[in-house]
Every structure is written in structure tokens, then in C-alpha cells.
């Protein structure tokens, strides 16, 4: 299946970036939300485009929250 959910949860309220990149770095995707209240997120990323591989999520927040995790990709 080649989309994922990100799961994640703010407390406080903040602007959200999410970026996705291959394993030498490239960015794939790019997903941005300027303001959410605290709570539980999830975001699915779709990746029905991209090639089998490994690829990096960097989550950041205003509020300094940060979080890299990495996916496996196989088609």
C-alpha cells in the first residue's frame, strides 16, 4: 500500500510542517498548516508516485516540537 498515516499530537497550539525526503536528502513532499489547536493529528501521506524505498519525515512545530521518523516504500 503506498500511503501512510503520520500520527502525531500538539500541546499548543502551533504552525505545522511536514517534510518528507528521500534518503540522500531530496525533498518528496511538503505539508504545511499555518495554525492547529492542541490535539491528535494524523496526516496521510501518499506516496503512490514516488519509487521502493527508504524516505525521512521531519515534523516541526512553532512551539519547538520535533520529530524524524523513517518510512519503508515497497512496491
Known amino acids: 500500500n503506498p500511503t501512510t498515516n ?3 499530537e500538539i500541546p499548543n497550539k502551533s504552525h505545522i510542517q511536514i517534510i518528507v ?6 525533498v518528496v ?3 504545511e498548516r499555518f495554525i492547529e489547536s492542541p490535539g491528535i493529528y494524523n496526516y496521510n501521506f501518499d506516496a503512490s508516485q514516488l519509487p521502493s524505498g527508504i524516505y525521512i ?11 524524524t521518523d523513517k518510512m519503508m516504500l515497497i512496491k
Open 21 to 26: 525526503t528521500n534518503v540522500i536528502g531530496e
Open 57 to 67: 519525515y521531519h515534523l516541526r512545530t512553532s512551539s519547538g516540537l520535533q520529530l
Open 6 to 8: 503520520i500520527l502525531y
Open 29 to 31: 513532499s511538503e505539508y
